[in-house]
């Protein structure tokens, strides 16, 4: 095998599918049956949040979308997709949208950087930046990047409330919370916003507390 075919990643693979049977015997032969997540997660795909890892959940465990910046748009089939299977195919309990600390797409949203194609996806972080855009310019230069991170995920966290799936689950009476969270890359924690909404009536509500919580720990 050449170096071109990657035989480090597909070695390690054979290393990490033989540690997981030898620790629990017959798992991949149980994920065969079915997946039953509980959670379904929406974050970025930067490398360095890798969604399983973070939460220590197992494959199965764990249903996962990630794009540049943890958008949910409500154009985005992509996204939609993904999360129309998880909430009427798997049931998922809950739906976590995660953005982190110092991201790269949420900084470019910030300063208007031009990173090609994907300065139109992040144009979606753009809106919230203009949003906010007086609060932003009154905090430190240095704070802004990361309270924006934030200000993305209550915004996110909120479309997704708003979308199709999750609006009809909740009208059928079915059990589906959704969440925003927040990812430090410097010290590996998640902190959960508190834009926690398991109704429509809770969204608007929910999405005040969060906000007002975001603007009193950058005061
Ligand atoms: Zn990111």
């Not at 997981?20 to 017959?26: F, S």
């Not at 991170?149 to 959704?178: H, K, S, Y």
Request: aromatic share 6%; hydrophobic share 40%.
């Amino acid at each position: 095998m050449s170096t071109q075919d990657l035989p480090e990643l597909l070695e390690a693979n054979k290393r990490w599918a033989a540690k997981t049977e030898a620790r629990e015997p017959g798992f991949f032969s149980r994920l065969l049956q079915q997946q039953t997540p509980q959670y379904l997660w929406i974050g970025c795909a930067d490398s360095r949040v890798p969604a399983n890892e973070l939460v220590d959940l197992m494959p199965g465990e764990l249903f996962v979308h990630r794009n540049v910046a943890n958008v949910v748009v409500h154009s985005d089939l992509n996204c939609l997709s993904v999360m129309q299977f998880a909430v009427d195919h798997l049931k998922v309990k809950h739906i976590i949208v995660v953005g982190h600390s110092n991201c790269g797409g949420v900084r470019a949203a910030l300063t208007d950087a031009r990173v090609g194609l994907v300065s139109n996806w992040i144009r979606h972080v753009q809106d919230v930046r203009n949003d906010h855009q007086e609060w932003l310019d009154s905090l430190p230069e240095e704070s802004r990047v990361n309270a924006l991170c934030e200000l993305n995920v209550l915004e996110q966290a909120r479309n997704a409330c708003q979308t199709t799936v999750v609006q009809d689950a909740w009208l059928r009476g079915q059990e589906i919370v959704v969440h925003g969270w927040v990812y430090g890359l410097h010290n590996g924690l998640l902190e959960d916003l508190q834009i926690t909404a398991a109704s429509q009536d809770d969204v608007a509500p929910a999405y005040r507390r969060a906000l007002a919580a975001v603007k009193s720990r950058y005061a």
